[in-house]
C-alpha cells in the first residue's frame, strides 16, 4: 500500500531548542495534515495543508508543504515542555483510499 | 459539544477468544473511521463507513475482524478469534466531510490486550 515516511523516529532537544519533522512520499498528495499525540492520548488535529508550497504558522509552529505536494515539515521554534509527544503526518494520495495514511511519527522528548 | 465516544477503554482477553469496541461519533458526523495502533507505531486506517456504506475496507483482515455501522451512526468492531498480533489501541475517529480531507477527531481509543 502507499506510506509516507517520517523522520526523524526520535529527537531529543533542551527545552528552548528548536525541532523539525519531516514528512516523504514517492507519489503526489492530494493533502497533508498534521497530528500530535500526548503520551496516553489520542491524536490531535493541528493543520491540514492542500496547496502547492503552502506555509502555515500557529504560533512557534510552522507547517510546510513541498512545491511538487510529495513532502512536508513541521517545524517548532524553542521548544517548550508542554510540546512533548509524538508527532504524525497523515496523508491523502491522489486517487487512493479515501482514509488518510499516518506515518510512524517523530516522537519529541524534550529535557528541562 | 460531545466528543467521539468509545467503549470500553481497556480490554484483557486470552488468544482465540472474541472481543467487541464500540464508537459513538461526533453527531452530524457522516464519515467514520476504525484505526489501529499498535504501540509505538502510527494509527493504520482498518475500515472507513460514509454513512451506513463501507468506503474502504482494504486493510482489514476480514478473516477475523469484522466491522458495522447500523443506521449509520454508531459503529462496532469485532475481532474473533483474536491474535497476540491483535494487541493494540484500537481508535474510532469521526469527521464531517470524507475524501480525506477534513480534520478528524479522535476518541480516547480502546486499548487491547491479548494473552
Known amino acids: 500500500g502507499q506510506q509516507v515516511m517520517q523522520i526523524p523516529q526520535y529527537q531529543h532537544v533542551q527545552e528552548g531548542e528548536d525541532f523539525t519533522t519531516y514528512c516523504n512520499s514517492s507519489?503526489?498528495?492530494?493533502?497533508i495534515q498534521w497530528y500530535k499525540q500526548r503520551p496516553g492520548g489520542h491524536p490531535v488535529f493541528l493543520i491540514q495543508l492542500v496547496k502547492s508550497g503552502e506555509v502555515k504558522k500557529q504560533k512557534r509552529l510552522t507547517f510546510q508543504f513541498g512545491e511538487a505536494k510529495k513532502n512536508s515539515s513541521l517545524h517548532i521554534t524553542a521548544t517548550q515542555t508542554t510540546d512533548v509527544g509524538t508527532y504524525f503526518c497523515a496523508a491523502a494520495f491522489w486517487g487512493g483510499a479515501d482514509g488518510l495514511t499516518f506515518g510512524k511519527g517523530t516522537h519529541l522528548i524534550i529535557q528541562p | 459539544e460531545a466528543g467521539v465516544a468509545q467503549s470500553p477503554r481497556y480490554k484483557i482477553i486470552e488468544k482465540r477468544q472474541s472481543v467487541a469496541f464500540w464508537c459513538n461519533p461526533i453527531s452530524g458526523h457522516a464519515t467514520l473511521y476504525w484505526y489501529q495502533q499498535i504501540l509505538g507505531q502510527g494509527p493504520k486506517l482498518l475500515i472507513q463507513f460514509q454513512n451506513n456504506g463501507v468506503v474502504d475496507d482494504s486493510q482489514l483482515p476480514k478473516d477475523r475482524f469484522s466491522a458495522e455501522r447500523l443506521k449509520g451512526v454508531d459503529s462496532t468492531l469485532k475481532i474473533q478469534p483474536a491474535k497476540l498480533e491483535d494487541s493494540a489501541v484500537y481508535l474510532c475517529a469521526s469527521s464531517f466531510t470524507g475524501g480525506g480531507t477534513g480534520e478528524l477527531f479522535f476518541g480516547e481509543g480502546s486499548r487491547l490486550t491479548v494473552l
Open positions: 507519489t503526489t498528495l492530494s493533502n
